[in-house]
């Protein structure tokens, strides 16, 4: 109580304005006055708003990584979450929806990939044959999740085919396997 008593002896009046910032007019005894202008306090929502430069970032990720590959990329680049906190892959797949991102699988068949059932259409063969060609390289896989779900490269004119008897170590290899989703981060 003595601490705001002796606070009070310097100053007369205080009038506060709020508009597009803070302005505080101060009367003090004896005539003196001085305007002190403060910018708005933001409110809670904007203190966690994931900065822009993230945003762009997981942008162009997108075009490359799985959400989980982008969390960890991040986390590893250090860029900051809005929370202050690490990323994790609900929070990428979050920041994707919230801010209208294009998702990877859209984004994979816009370039021209094929789904797992066009895929083993276009080879004439089953399913489960497409994944185990990508497993060996015989084809390529994009991965579009973290579950193993994938979009293929068109085949092409010399698509690999069945060929009974003969090892699948031992047959032609996509030249540049690098399956996204074992891709060190």
Not at 1 to 7: A, D, H, I, P
């Amino acid at each position: 109580m003595q601490l705001l008593q002796r606070r009070r002896w310097w100053r007369e009046d205080v009038t506060l304005n709020r508009d597009q910032q803070i302005t505080a007019h101060i009367r003090f005894k004896g005539g003196a006055h001085r305007t002190l202008k403060l910018p708005l306090p933001l409110k809670s929502w904007q203190r966690w708003v994931t900065p822009a430069a993230v945003i762009e970032e997981i942008d162009a990720l997108l075009n490359h990584h799985t959400v989980l590959q982008i969390a960890k990329i991040l986390n590893k680049r250090g860029f900051p979450s809005g929370t202050g906190r690490p990323f994790n892959a609900k929070m990428v797949a979050r920041l994707q929806r919230n801010y209208c991102l294009k998702p990877r699988y859209d984004r994979l068949r816009e370039a021209g990939l094929l789904t797992l059932q066009e895929m083993a259409d276009a080879l004439h063969v089953t399913p489960t044959s497409v994944k185990i060609w990508n497993r060996r390289g015989l084809i390529r896989g994009h991965a579009y999740s973290d579950k193993n779900e994938c979009l293929y490269d068109p085949p092409g004119n010399d698509a690999p085919r069945k060929t009974m008897g003969v090892k699948l170590s031992c047959r032609r290899r996509h030249p540049d396997v690098v399956s996204d989703r074992r891709e060190e981060v």
